[in-house]
């Protein structure tokens, strides 16, 4: 009797709902500053997890290694206030595959290397303006004046 069918089928079975193999532990993500007024181009942005960290200076994208934990993204510009955002990881609907179709060892490699999680694939950063301070006026001098005198005038 050849197995070699069977053990293929097996084996396709326990790898069919794997998040790793059909999304991976990478994942594009767009960032986009702003304020008030509209878009801000030019922001340096830093995104961090507990997988590591990236750079992208905005509107740009990178590619981030997916987590459990938020992925927090901080966002400088000079004129601008600071802008700190978190995007929330979620579980993706494939890992429950893992359950039904490769166990229990599917699902802990998933949760383990960060394949069973998604970001939003766009994170806007707010970025608030820094009000010009106006320069104090000059101090204007007043030229002296003599003070009026207090006593009446001497009959001569």
Not at 10 to 29: D, E, F, K, M, R
Not at 46 to 69: C, I, M, Q
Not at 135 to 149: K, L, N, Y
Request: proline share 6%; with cysteine.
């Amino acid at each position: 009797m050849n197995l070699r069918p069977y053990i293929a089928l097996a084996v396709l079975a326990q790898t069919v709902g794997c998040a790793s193999i059909v999304g991976g532990t990478n994942q594009s993500i767009s960032v986009a500053t702003q304020n008030a007024a509209g878009p801000v181009a030019g922001a340096s942005c830093k995104l961090e997890n507990d997988k590591g960290v990236w750079f992208v200076t905005t509107p740009g994208s990178t590619t981030v290694h997916r987590a459990y934990g938020d992925l927090k993204v901080n966002c400088d510009k000079d004129g601008h206030e600071p802008g700190v955002a978190s995007a929330k990881s979620t579980t993706k609907a494939l890992a429950a595959g893992n359950i039904l179709f490769g166990g229990v060892i599917g699902a802990g490699v998933d949760v383990a290397t960060g394949a069973a999680y998604d970001y939003p694939e766009l994170i806007t950063v707010v970025l608030a303006s820094v009000a010009k301070a106006e320069a104090p006026a000059p101090a204007v001098e007043f030229p002296a004046v003599a003070p009026a005198s207090t006593g009446t005038p001497k009959a001569e």
